[in-house]
């Protein structure tokens, strides 16, 4: 996992940073950069080390399609034709018109708002019992 100073010397300053703190103690930092269309979070639980990647730029591919400002129903189409065959409801938000679809095997997180994919946030890989992260070595 890389480290924020890293991700800086990479791609420079973001265009912004926002830190969340959470009841259990826990905090976020999230580098928003604009130009590319992706946020990347570091999270405390971590140790500040890259923990998620949000791509909402129409530009990203994954498996070779661009699945962002598509349909719910294109995602759900073409997942199961690039071999996304876990991908689940993971949690409907009616009031926001939202939902969060998820494949567990591929770490992946599909944010779907009013019927359109908004993002695709990917995840780190974890351990069997989905507790520990298996850092790149």
């Known amino acids: 996992g890389l480290s924020k100073s890293q991700i800086i010397e990479i791609?420079?300053?973001?265009?912004?940073?926002?830190?969340?703190?959470?009841?259990?103690?826990?905090?976020?930092?999230?580098?928003v950069y604009n130009e590319l269309g992706v946020t990347l979070v570091f999270s405390s639980e971590d140790d500040f080390k890259l923990s998620s990647v949000t791509f909402y730029t129409s530009d990203a591919t994954l498996l070779g399609e661009q699945f962002i400002g598509k349909s719910e129903e294109f995602l759900l189409e073409t997942a199961k034709e690039k071999g996304i065959d876990d991908l689940f409801l993971d949690d409907d938000?009616?009031?926001?018109?939202?939902?969060?679809?998820?494949?567990?095997?591929?770490?992946?997180?599909?944010?779907?708002?009013?019927?359109?994919?908004?993002s695709i946030t990917i995840f780190p890989e974890y351990d069997a019992q989905g507790e520990e992260i298996i850092w790149p070595s």
């Open 93 to 118: 938000f009616e009031e926001l018109e939202a939902k969060d679809y998820a494949s567990e095997k591929l770490g992946l997180a599909f944010w779907v708002q009013q019927g359109v994919l908004d």
């Open 11 to 31: 791609l420079g300053e973001p265009d912004s940073e926002d830190t969340s703190n959470f009841e259990d103690g826990s905090s976020d930092i999230a580098m």
